[in-house]
């Protein structure tokens, strides 16, 4: 079956600009999130979804950032204004109903680069 | 607040020889603990999870004991290949309602030579 994909894979945008990255849990995934690996940093969470309500957005660093998802499925995080210390891999990640919310599958990042 | 801390890489190791990759960590309550690992070009892959103390997690031949009395975690392998070379996360869950909040280290990167 199909894993976490994430698109696009790499994203180069001049400061200023608005960027959308999108994510595509596992089918029958309820819940997902969205992390960020700076440099030389660990991840750090950003925002849980549960369906497509968002109950913990408090990782989100400031107001240029949000995320929203459709049909309970893709998630699309948006970073407005981008700024060269957004330049990070963002990751997406799901999990499925059953399973303890800290088991979950990672799709391969969008590493975004803001010049 | 949670936070993981582990061994600074690069490690580089022969092949068939002993690893360890430490970690620790400083949380409330009792996290589930987890080793990640991230093979070149691809994206972060569960390797092994304890959830309570004493427990121990193992997977593809490595091991971890969650260690509560010293708040470790370390990662062990008796013997790696070089298809082991990756990069690897410790990292814990929040205990409690919002355990789906994973906490992760920076990450230690493992070549593993022929």
């Known amino acids: 079956g199909a894993g976490v994909s994430q698109s696009p894979s790499n994203k180069v945008t001049e400061k200023g600009k608005d960027v959308e990255l999108r994510c595509d849990p596992i089918?029958?995934?309820?819940?997902l999130y969205w992390y960020r690996q700076s440099l030389g940093q660990g991840l750090e969470f950003l925002i849980y979804f549960q369906g497509n309500s968002a109950p913990d957005k408090s990782g989100l660093p400031s107001d240029r950032f949000s995320a929203e998802r459709t049909g309970g499925s893709v998630s699309t995080l948006t970073i407005q204004r981008t700024q060269q210390e957004d330049s990070a891999v963002y990751l997406c990640?799901?999990?499925?109903?059953?399973?303890?919310?800290?088991?979950?599958?990672f799709g391969p990042g969008t590493r975004l680069t803001v010049l | 607040g949670n936070s993981v801390t582990q061994m600074e890489g690069p490690v580089t190791l022969s092949e068939e020889a002993f690893l360890t990759i430490n970690c620790t960590y400083t949380a409330t309550g009792y996290p589930s603990l987890f080793w990640y690992v991230q093979y070149p070009g691809e994206g972060l892959q569960l390797l092994l999870k304890a959830t309570k103390a004493d427990d121990k997690g193992s997977n593809k031949g490595f091991e971890a004991t969650y260690r509560k009395e010293t708040t470790s975690f370390h990662l062990e392998k008796g013997s790696v290949q070089v298809s082991d070379s990756a990069v690897y996360f410790c990292?814990?869950?929040?205990?409690?309602?919002?355990?789906?909040?994973?906490?992760f280290g920076k990450g230690t990167l493992l070549t593993v030579n022929p």
């Open positions: 990292a814990l869950g929040n205990s409690g309602g919002s355990n789906y909040k994973l906490t």
């Open positions: 089918s029958g995934h309820t819940a």
């Open positions: 990640a799901s999990s499925r109903p059953g399973q303890p919310r800290d088991t979950q599958y």
